[in-house]
């Protein structure tokens, strides 16, 4: 029973090249979740996703950032253009179709550690 | 009014002792507070939850108290082992169908033997 799975596990980047993260949720989880972290800054909410929909977009940057849940493979995270400062690391949670977040927790991946060169 | 606000960034206990995490938030529509683990090079896994329902819930060496007027809930850690080293993170939510979690800035526990 296979958890979040997050490729690559590290990524490195130099300054203008794109980025694609990747996450595959639980089986069976409809609503994905990207975070960012960096040091001392805890874990940043990005976007929201269900399957083919953004749902919320509220913390992600305006410019270079977007993110994709398609109906079929994983969900998406790519930043155009990256700079040293989207250095960080980044978390996958999936939580299940319907669900109250007390019943149903998010299970996070092991994340992706994106260095900008 | 969406912060949730942790403290302390870093706690040394000794071996034994009793490991206590504090948060306050703003937003008197949060009813879900979760503590999550985070070991280093793994993602944050949930530890203990609590409803305002209740002011304290307890799982083995791990215990949420709540305090609904102060706002605030703390997480604390009895017996703490050298097993118990990592990075721990309070959040906050609306309990319903995905909302996200908004989460505290982590406090760093290091757990001498």
């Known amino acids: 029973n296979a958890g979040v799975m997050q490729n690559p596990r590290h990524l490195v980047r130099r300054r203008g090249q794109e980025a694609r993260l990747r996450c595959s949720p639980v089986?069976?989880?409809?609503?994905v979740y990207w975070y960012r972290q960096l040091p001392e800054e805890g874990l940043k909410f990005m976007v929201y996703?269900?399957?083919?929909?953004?749902?919320?977009e509220s913390g992600m940057p305006k410019e270079r950032f977007s993110a994709e849940f398609p109906k079929e493979g994983p969900s998406i995270l790519r930043i155009q253009q990256v700079v040293r400062g989207d250095s960080a690391a980044y978390f996958c949670?999936?939580?299940?179709?319907?669900?109250?977040?007390?019943?149903?927790?998010?299970?996070f991946g092991n994340g992706t550690r994106l260095t900008v060169t | 009014q969406q912060q949730v606000k942790q403290s302390p960034q870093s706690l040394i206990v000794q071996k034994g002792g009793i490991s206590i995490i504090n948060c306050a938030y703003e937003?008197?529509?949060?009813?879900?507070f979760p503590w999550y683990q985070q070991f280093p090079g793994k993602g944050p896994a949930l530890l203990i939850a609590?409803?305002?329902?209740?002011s304290e819930k307890k799982e083995g060496r791990f215990t949420i108290s709540f305090n609904k007027s102060a706002k605030q809930f703390s997480l604390h850690i009895m017996d703490s082992q050298p097993g118990d080293s990592a990075t721990y993170f309070c959040?906050?939510?609306?309990?319903?169908?995905?909302?996200?979690?908004?989460f505290g800035k982590g406090t760093t526990l290091s757990v001498s033997s």
């Open positions: 609590i409803r305002p329902d209740v």
């Open positions: 937003n008197t529509a949060f009813d879900y």
């Open positions: 959040a906050a939510t609306v309990n319903q169908a995905g909302t996200a979690l908004i």
């Open positions: 089986k069976g989880h409809s609503h």
């Open positions: 996703l269900q399957k083919e929909n953004i749902i919320d």
């Open positions: 949670a999936s939580s299940p179709r319907t669900s109250s977040s007390y019943n149903s927790p998010l299970h």
